[in-house]
């Protein structure tokens, strides 16, 4: 028997298993009407009342419906109305300003266009079919609870979710993540971190990032509680995880430094710090400083756990978590261990090509980038994803990430593509040569920075070229430190050496990532 794979089986199981537990615990503060608390009898029927009312507005299996949110209980609830009735769920992420958004909903053609209360300024100029501002206004259209949903014949291959995501190119790509892609992606990671009936999951990583790495699905089939929060802020994931119970979260490292940081504040009053002994934190985006993951076992009491993967990888493919051996260690030690990217996941097979470059082989491999095959070609080839990271595999499997081949960014665990900040800055008449780089930072991993040469004569100063990139780029892409140079070094052939550019910048630094 084959029964297709869908994101459907996981809300379903926790209503048929838990229709009493409450289900998510929305944000009691933001600007559309907050849902409260609701169990996973009310979480379905709303997800279910999306599909009638998408049936209602007339849009198709296969269609794209966007939506610009915040970490709502409106999005969690839509991964599963939207992509459980055959439609594709575009979820966009909140920091882009309006000309990226405007890519984003003309590229997916989506018809239909959630937006933020928050954002509903910002974003006014972006035109869809049909857009809603998500709140009372877009239960009311999109939420039908007299009519059942007409149905969809189950696809496993098909559209589940479109993430976009920053690369190599100039434009985000369409990274097209299939129904079986988001379920085997969310069964082997909730499996790998033993999520069981009793999670509490906070939210700290946004939900527009690969659908929250997928861990939303695996914790709501076991009927785990979400817990979503707006903002990060280390003090108030400190509070939630003693209010509610936290037992889980995920993040990049962005995220464990503000914990971080709070938890020391708290040890300082002499209080004790919530989750001790009870939470697990699963890490991301970047490599975590040896230090930061020694901190969270001796200064959190949390267990560290680090996973590698990207969103064309849905995105889990390896996975590094204190295991028997390592028992007996001190935790300097251990976090050494902890400190590679990890084991191959189940299912997953790694490998590293003559270059250097990893690569990986998995069912959890997007189908491809919505409407760009010659980037899928690209990308997927002689059976394996190429990862654009640069590495190496120990002896014992464990994949260490040391570089970038690609010319990526990650500031705050969000990719950055050079060439989308070098092209904005280059729009400013005054430049006549820029290079883009990361340089490494405590806090956000990398510093977008840029290297610039201007006309003669020209009085540019750094702020006002920052100031050009913000209306063109989402803050965190703008660059935060400018460097003007008289040239850029290049090749024979004209083209800029990017290695040479970043050396001063990376010095003796053990890795060229951060
Ligand atoms: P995204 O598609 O936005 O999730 O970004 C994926 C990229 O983040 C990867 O290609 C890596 O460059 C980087 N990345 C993710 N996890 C790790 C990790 N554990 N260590 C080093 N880099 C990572």
């Known amino acids: 028997m084959k029964v297709a794979l869908t994101v459907t089986d996981f809300i379903r199981r926790a209503e048929l298993v838990y229709p009493d537990r409450v289900a998510v615990v929305d944000e009691p503060d933001q600007p559309a009407e907050s849902w409260g608390s609701i169990d996973y009898r009310e979480m379905a029927r709303r997800a279910r009342a999306i599909a009638a009312g998408l049936d209602e507005l ?37 920091r882009l300003v309006a000309a990226e958004v405007k890519y984003i909903v003309e590229h997916s053609g989506a018809r239909l266009l959630l937006v933020d209360p928050e954002l509903a300024d910002a974003l006014a100029d972006v035109e869809c079919e049909r857009t809603m501002i998500i709140g009372a206004e877009s239960d ?22 479109i993430n976009y995501t920053s690369g190599t190119t100039a434009r985000p790509k369409g990274v097209q993540l299939t129904h079986r892609n988001l ?4 069964t082997t990671f909730g499996w790998h971190m033993g999520v069981s009936d009793r999670d509490v999951y906070l939210h700290t990583l946004p939900q527009f990032h690969c659908n929250g790495w997928g861990m939303l699905y695996a914790v709501s089939a076991m009927g785990g509680r979400h817990v979503i929060i707006r903002k990060i802020d280390g003090h108030e994931i400190l509070r939630r995880v003693e209010e509610h119970g936290v037992t889980l979260i995920c ?10 940081d709070a938890a020391a504040e708290l040890a300082a009053d002499g209080r004790p710090i ?10 991301a985006g970047a490599p975590p400083p040896t230090k930061t993951i020694e901190r969270t076992e001796t200064e959190l009491g949390w267990e560290f756990v680090q996973i590698y993967g990207l969103t064309e990888t849905a995105p889990l493919i390896t996975i590094n978590r204190n295991r028997v051996e390592y028992d007996d260690l001190t935790p300097h030690e251990r976090a050494q261990k902890l400190s590679r990217a990890g084991a191959p996941s189940f299912g997953t097979t790694m490998a590293v090509d003559a270059e250097g470059e990893i690569m990986a082989r998995s069912n959890t491999i997007m ?64 430049v006549t040569e820029v290079a883009v780089i990361g340089i490494p930072d405590e806090k956000w991993g990398e510093l977008v920075t840029a290297l610039v040469v ?18 063109l780029l989402a803050g965190y892409k703008c660059p935060k430190k ?5 040239e850029l070094a290049r090749t024979a052939t004209g083209k800029l050496q990017k290695f040479k550019l970043r050396e001063p910048f990376w010095h003796g630094a053990e890795k060229q990532i951060n």
């Open 140 to 161: 009311a259209v999109l939420m039908k609870f007299d009519t059942e949903p007409v149905g969809w014949e189950p696809d496993e291959d098909a559209t589940a979710t």
């Open 58 to 94: 007339g849009i198709g299996v296969g269609e794209r419906v966007a939506m610009v949110s915040h970490n709502s209980a409106r999005l969690l609830t839509a991964l599963f109305g939207v992509s459980g009735s055959g439609r594709v769920l575009v979820p966009i992420n909140f």
């Open 454 to 471: 201007t006309a003669p004569g020209s009085d540019l100063d750094e702020a006002t070229l920052i100031a050009h990139t913000r209306g």
């Open 367 to 430: 189908a491809g980038y919505w409407e760009q095959p010659d980037q899928t070609d690209a990308a997927i080839r002689d059976g394996f994803f190429h990862t654009g990271d640069g590495g190496t595999i120990d002896d014992d499997h464990y994949v260490v990430i040391s570089d970038r081949k690609k010319d990526v960014i990650i500031s705050g665990g969000e990719n950055v593509s050079s060439i989308e900040v070098e092209d904005a800055i280059f729009q400013h008449p005054d």
């Open 183 to 186: 379920w085997i992606n969310a």
């Open 482 to 486: 400018i460097e003007f140079r008289d």
């Open 251 to 260: 993040g990049a490292p962005a995220v464990l430094n503000a914990v971080l």
């Open 274 to 283: 919530p989750g001790s002994g009870t939470m697990r934190i699963v890490v």
